[in-house]
C-alpha cells in the first residue's frame, strides 16, 4: 500500500532555510503521471497547497510562493525534498506530502496523505 | 483568503443531512476541473472522501455525496453520526494559478 512520511526540523530560526524530505513507498515516481506534492496548514488554518513535483520532473510551485520553494526527487531512494528559504513566524504550520491521483499534468486529487510535520519558526 | 469558497461552519443533529458548499470560478471548476472533498478528523492528516467531484475511495460510507453546477460543488452527508465531525475541505485546479487549491474548510459540529 501507498504510504508517505515527513522528515525535518520541528524548529528553525527566522530567516533560515527549511528543509523538509518526504519518504514514500508503494508506489515509483518515475512511473507515468505521478506525482508528490507538499501541502501545509498553519494551525487551527486551512490547508495551503505548496508545490507539487511530477514523475518527469515538471515542477510546480504556488505563485505567492514560487521564489521561495524548490522542489526536488530522488526516484532511487523514493524520496522528495522541499526547500523553502528566508523563513518567517507566519510560515509555522504542519507539512504534509502527499501521493497525486491523476492522468495529466493538471488537476487531479491527494489521494494518499503523510502524517504531516509541525514546523515552527521562532528565535 | 481562499480560492474556493465555504461555509466556516455547519451543523446537524443525529441522523440529519447537511450540505457543504464550496465555489469557486471560471478558472477552476468553471473550467471542468474536478473538485474532491477531504475529511480531516481532529489532530489527524486530511483523508480523502471524495474524488472526480462524486467518486467515493474505497471504504468511505455511502452516507458521503458529492455533486457539480456550474462553478459551484456541494458534499452530502447523510444519516449524521457523532464520528463525522469533523473539518472538510474542498480541492481544485485553478487554470489561472497553475496550480492546485482548497478551500477554507467547513467545521461540521454534530448536536
Known amino acids: 500500500q501507498i504510504t508517505l512520511k515527513e522528515s525535518g526540523p520541528t524548529l528553525v530560526k527566522p530567516t533560515q532555510t527549511l528543509t523538509l524530505t518526504c519518504t514514500f513507498s508503494?508506489?515509483?515516481?518515475?512511473?507515468?503521471?505521478?506525482?508528490v506534492g507538499w501541502i501545509r496548514q498553519p494551525p487551527g488554518e486551512a490547508l495551503e497547497w505548496l508545490a507539487l513535483i511530477f514523475w518527469d520532473d515538471d515542477k510546480r510551485y504556488s505563485p505567492s510562493l514560487k521564489n521561495r520553494l524548490t522542489i526536488t526527487k530522488d526516484t532511487s531512494k523514493n524520496q522528495v525534498v522541499l526547500t523553502m528559504t528566508n523563513m518567517d513566524p507566519v510560515d509555522s504550520a504542519t507539512y504534509y506530502c502527499?501521493?497525486?491521483?491523476?492522468?495529466?499534468?493538471?488537476?487531479?486529487?491527494?489521494?494518499?496523505w503523510g502524517q504531516g510535520t509541525l514546523v515552527t519558526v521562532s528565535s | 483568503q481562499s480560492v474556493l469558497t465555504q461555509p466556516p461552519s455547519v451543523s446537524g443533529a443525529p441522523g440529519q443531512r447537511v450540505t457543504i458548499s464550496c465555489s469557486g470560478s471560471r478558472s477552476n471548476i468553471g473550467a471542468g476541473y474536478d473538485v474532491h472533498w477531504y475529511q480531516q478528523l481532529p489532530g489527524t492528516a486530511p483523508k480523502l472522501l471524495i474524488s472526480?467531484?462524486?467518486n467515493r475511495p474505497s471504504g468511505v460510507p455511502d452516507r458521503f455525496s458529492g455533486s457539480k453546477s456550474g462553478t459551484s460543488t456541494s458534499l452530502a452527508i447523510t444519516g449524521l453520526q457523532a464520528e463525522d465531525e469533523a473539518d472538510y475541505y474542498c480541492?481544485?485546479?485553478?487554470?489561472?494559478?497553475?496550480?492546485?487549491?482548497f478551500g477554507g474548510g467547513t467545521k461540521l459540529t454534530v448536536l
Open positions: 480541492q481544485s485546479y485553478d487554470t489561472s494559478l497553475s496550480g492546485w487549491v
Open positions: 508503494g508506489f515509483s515516481l518515475s512511473t507515468s503521471a505521478v506525482g
Open positions: 502527499a501521493h497525486r491521483l491523476g492522468g495529466s499534468s493538471s488537476g487531479g486529487t491527494f489521494d494518499y
Open positions: 472526480g467531484n462524486n
